[in-house]
């Protein structure tokens, strides 16, 4: 079975829509995102445009500020604390990579957690380590719902993530032990990978390494996430083969039309809980 990320994205988007319209109806407002571009990265630029077209059509009020390559780490700060305080302002989101002169950390850490739609701001990844209510990262929650979709059962599953990033990796494995999996969170100095996959009942892997799963490491019934977008000479391809692996797993995701979309439409959905749980308190 190949996992359709277009369709559960747009039935997602679709429920948002209807909740934006609600939204308005009550507060005579309706939430905003605003994103922030730093310099000319190629994925960067077309990744936020789609943000803002998916916003734009769910009727969440959608602002992009880009800045030059070589913007002074301070605007950046001061623009994220101006954010903070604007009450039309529901999430805000730092497009990553940012250039080697600002400090990552340091930006995250100013925005306010409340409007961290991206769930990457200390307070948010502690509450959801520690099992509270939380604003999750939208790529792993993408995975999560596909996954939850595909099967509702994941007690006790054995699943193997590739790749420990905070994006993706570290709060995946948090969503799967909340289902009572057993996770395994492998990386690039894992002994054997092979193995750890071939007793996989569900692979994530996010990595970036073009078609680094093949066959014979998964499981017959396993479920396949691929979270990879590589540009490659033959087009985009995910960290899976895919073209191998659809023929043994028993649920795949595809790359384009697999996770990519999930992640746009969790986006919007944090936007819109973060709205929703500003007016809330
Ligand atoms: N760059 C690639 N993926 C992401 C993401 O999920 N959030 C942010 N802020 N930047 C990214």
Redesign the pocket.
């Given at each position: 079975m190949i996992i359709d990320g277009k369709k559960a994205s747009a039935a997602l988007r679709e429920e948002l829509k209807e909740k934006v319209s609600k939204l308005k109806s009550t507060y005579n407002t309706v939430p905003g995102l605003t994103v922030i571009l730093v310099g000319e990265d190629p994925p960067?630029k077309i990744?936020v445009k789609n943000k803002e077209k998916s916003a734009v059509e769910v009727g969440i009020n959608s602002e992009v500020i880009h800045y030059p390559d070589n913007i002074e780490e301070k605007v950046v700060l001061d623009k994220i604390k101006e954010l903070n305080k604007n009450d039309k302002v529901s999430g805000i989101?730092?497009?990553?990579?940012l250039p080697k002169h600002i400090d990552k950390r340091k930006v995250i850490e100013t925005i306010d957690p409340s409007k961290d739609v991206?769930g990457?701001h200390p307070v948010n990844v502690g509450n959801l380590s520690s099992g509270y209510d939380s604003t999750i990262?939208?790529?792993p929650m993408g995975c999560y719902l596909l996954i939850k979709n595909t099967e509702k059962n994941l007690n006790g599953k054995h699943a193997v993530i590739i790749g420990r990033s905070n994006?993706n990796g570290k709060p995946m494995t948090q969503l799967l032990l909340k289902e009572n999996c057993t996770v395994t969170i492998t990386h690039s100095k894992t002994k054997d990978l092979k193995a750890e996959c071939k007793r996989a009942d569900i692979i994530v892997a996010a990595v970036g390494k073009p078609k680094l799963v093949k066959a014979d490491w998964v499981k017959k019934d396993a479920i396949v996430i691929d979270v990879g977008i590589n540009k490659t000479d033959s087009g985009l391809v995910g960290d899976v083969d895919f073209d191998e692996v659809s023929k043994i797993a028993k649920a795949i995701t595809p790359v384009p039309g697999g996770v990519g979309p999930m992640?746009i439409a969790c986006l919007l959905s944090n936007t819109v809980e973060c709205f929703k749980r500003a007016r809330s308190n």
């Open positions: 960067s990744y989101l730092v497009q990553l990579p991206d990457l990262p939208c790529t994006l992640t």
